[in-house]
């Protein structure tokens, strides 16, 4: 017996240090798989993915033909024109910007392409809501919200809630004179996209929140005010006097 004892008592130090060593590769496995999940693809809180706007994000203004503006417009980031020429940018100065121009040029290339790729995955992203009326005087939750036709703004619409809000228009975005985005309980602009199939007006006095990515041209009337991002891929982004557009 006593022979036994001092066969296997040896055993137990190589078990122990065994032991420790599958503990220890435990938790690093433990600490890998959490970190490979905080480094994925970011989801809105209903669970679908939204496109990154790449190199636009630096742009208040990107256009595809044009770019006007009239005295008093304050834009606050970076204009852009591409394949426009550099002559189709006017009216800067008398208006003001704080960012960088880049009238076709290599930058404002690349931001268009990225461009494009945000507009089809937003236009892709499944629909969870259909709009069926004017979006005036309601308030809504985070999600994805589609129209097969234009979607209207007469009043306010109140965004409530943290997470991602998407609106899917086919055609125009219309925001009627003195229309206005009203931010609620965490809501922030920088999470708002309005994927417009045609063209977007925001009317005078509006007060519009979020990122404009349209299909044509956007146009915002006498001081109506932009806290987001005016995105045009093919046609013009005009402003009409005492504009502010600000990154969010």
């Known amino acids: 017996m006593f022979a036994f004892l001092r066969r296997t008592t040896g055993l137990v130090p190589v078990i122990t240090v065994a032991a420790l060593l599958f503990a ?13 999940s905080s480094t994925s693809s970011s989801t809105s ?45 006017t009216g800067f100065p008398p208006c003001t910007q704080t960012g960088a121009q880049h009238a076709a040029d290599a ?16 236009k892709g992203l499944a629909c969870g809501t259909t709009i069926s009326a004017d979006l005036g005087g309601t308030t809504l939750a985070p999600g994805v919200y589609c129209s097969g036709s234009g979607v209207n703004l007469t009043g306010a619409l109140t965004l409530s809630g943290t997470g991602t809000y998407v609106f899917q228009a086919g055609s125009a975005l219309t925001v009627a004179t003195s229309g206005s985005v009203v931010l609620a309980n965490g809501a922030q602009a920088k999470n708002v996209y309005w994927q417009v199939g045609s063209s977007a007006t925001l009317g005078n006095g509006s007060a519009m929140k979020g990122n404009v990515v349209a299909l044509t041209s956007i146009s915002l009337g ?3 005010n932009l806290v987001g991002r005016a995105l045009a891929r093919n046609g013009a982004v005009s402003l009409a006097g005492t504009n502010t557009i600000s990154l969010p």
Not at 107 to 122: C, F, K, R
């Open 24 to 36: 220890a590769c435990g938790k690093s496995s433990s600490k890998s798989s959490s970190t490979s």
């Open 222 to 224: 006498t001081t109506a």
């Open 107 to 122: 930058a404002a290339a690349a931001a268009q392409l990225d461009l494009t790729t945000a507009y089809n995955g937003l």
């Open 45 to 89: 809180s209903t669970g679908r993915v939204i496109p990154s706007l790449g190199a636009t994000s630096t742009y208040a203004i990107l256009a595809g033909s044009a770019i006007s503006c009239t005295t008093g417009a304050t834009v606050g980031g970076d204009v852009g024109l591409s394949p426009g020429s550099g002559s189709s940018i």
